[in-house]
Structures are given as C-alpha cells and as structure tokens.
C-alpha cells in the first residue's frame, strides 16, 4: 500500500508517502511545499495543484492506493485563529482535496489531528500541563522513533541563535508522516 499523507496549511504543505512493499512501513518522500511567497488564496491552490501534478507524473510515486489529509482546524484556540483565518483554512482545505481527488481518482481521507496522533502512537501532554507546543511534541517524538533517521535543515546561525533550530518545514512534514501513518494503519 502506497499512502500520501498531507499537513495542508496556507503557509506550508507537509507531504509524505509512506509504503509498506517491502513489509515495513518507511516513508519514500518526506517534502513539503513552500506558499510563502504566493500572492493570494488562488496562487496557492495553483502551486500545490503543480506539485501534486508533478508528483503524480513521477514513475516512483504514481501508484498511490490512498490519499488522506488533516482534518481542517474547526474550532478557535485562546488567542490563535481568527474567524477568517479558520474560513480560508477549510476552504484551501477543501479545494486541495479536490484537486488530489481528481489527479488521483481517490477520495481523500479526513483525519483528525488527535486521531492520527493516537493512531500512530504519538502521546501528547497540553501545552499548559508541560510548556512545550503539540506540534514540537510529536516531532520529537518522531525524531525519536520512527524518523530517527532523518537529519533535518537547520536555520541560520547567528550570533544571538549560534545553535540555531530545525526549519520551520520538518515539523509539517513530520505532521505529514503522522496522517500518512495513521491512514495506513486505519485502512490496513
């Protein structure tokens, strides 16, 4: 089974492809898609439609047996999203499903972020329990255990930061993995 796992996001997109050919699930593309210099709602629907276009005309990744996405956010979170922010995040959403419902000819899968979470063993503790977001949880969590392996971008060093952190990106595309996971282990 070959699973592709998004994080959609209007800033980032985290794109994962995990298959279990081999009889261990591994992740063959671990990528993500960068909206951060689109101009509008439709410029950013365009770039993922060309990768996805493109991702779907590579030989190695064109026999994708199921597609699924996080669950859009629905609900507001104490000083975080705004009304609007939630609207356009469901809508992108949405339009990015169809788009990999007609390049694929599957419909996308919606997972809830604390399912997938469940689903592929990642235990959380709330923020306010332990300081530390949900979302630097599961990617070290991940950087722990199944993604031990991989060997992340790092920012720039500066002299305030000499030991700079991981690049934004690796955590969408951990979160990317985690859908992929849980999709996989849902519909095995």
């Not at 959403?93 to 592929?120: D, F, G, M, S, W």
């Not at 990317?176 to 095995?188: F, H």
Request: aromatic share 6%; net charge positive; glycine share 4%.
């Amino acid at each position: 089974m070959h699973v592709l796992g998004l994080d959609i996001s209007t800033s980032i997109v985290g794109v994962c492809i995990v298959d279990d050919s081999t009889g261990v699930l591994v992740p063959t593309l671990l990528d993500h898609i960068d909206l951060g210099k689109c101009n509008g709602f439709w410029e950013k629907v365009d770039t993922v439609t060309a990768y996805i276009d493109n991702l779907k005309s590579r030989q190695d990744f064109s026999n994708i047996s199921n597609i699924a996405v996080e669950e859009a956010l629905i609900g507001f979170t104490k000083g975080m999203s705004s009304a609007q922010t939630i609207t356009t995040l469901i809508a992108f959403n949405a339009v990015i499903r169809h788009v990999l419902r007609l390049a694929y000819q599957i419909e996308p899968q919606c997972i809830p972020a604390a399912t997938a979470r469940k689903k592929a063993g990642v235990a959380v503790i709330s923020k306010a329990k332990c300081g530390i977001s949900v979302k630097d949880q599961v990617f070290a969590h991940m950087c722990k255990n199944d993604l031990s392996y991989k060997v992340w971008p790092l920012k720039k060093a500066t002299k305030k930061n000499p030991n700079p952190s991981v690049k934004d990106f690796a955590k969408d595309i951990t979160d990317a993995y985690v859908i992929a996971k849980a999709s996989y282990l849902l519909n095995k």
